[in-house]
């Protein structure tokens, strides 16, 4: 049974930074897509970021709102991939959610219907 179990959300100040971990069970991100998602009070689920592999190697695309301020990584050998979030903003608070699907091979998925696996999620909340 695959599992995802998110670690590492809190509050934090504006400017700051957190670093969010998804340890996965059963499932192989080495070769499997794997995504962030985020979700605000009052809002639909919002894509962030995804490792996504292709013939050429994993590639990762991230949501304009959160570029060149988010980083994506994985460790093979511990079967986790981490958010390091930087120059975080007050509107980057919300539940993060990491999830992950074996039908999104060579093709990048950034909808939440996309995806069959997720966490439990963590809160994140930035204050200004």
């Known amino acids: 049974q695959v599992q995802l179990v998110e670690s590492g959300g809190g509050l934090e100040q504006t400017g700051g930074s957190l670093r969010l971990s998804c340890a996965a069970s059963e499932y192989t991100f080495s070769s499997n897509a794997m995504a962030w998602f985020r979700q605000a009070p009052g809002k639909e689920r919002e894509f962030v970021t995804v490792?996504?592999?292709?013939?050429?190697?994993?590639?990762?695309t991230y949501a304009d709102s959160v570029k060149g301020r988010f980083t994506l990584s994985r460790d093979n050998a511990k079967n986790t991939v981490y958010l390091q979030m930087n120059s975080l903003k007050p509107e980057d608070t919300a539940v993060y959610y990491c999830?992950?699907?074996?039908?999104?091979?060579?093709?990048?998925?950034?909808?939440?219907?996309?995806?069959?696996?997720w966490g439990q999620g963590t809160q994140v909340t930035v204050s200004s």
């Open positions: 999830a992950g699907s074996s039908l999104c091979r060579r093709r990048t998925c950034t909808k939440p219907d996309e995806y069959t696996y």
């Open positions: 490792l996504t592999w292709y013939w050429s190697g994993a590639t990762t």
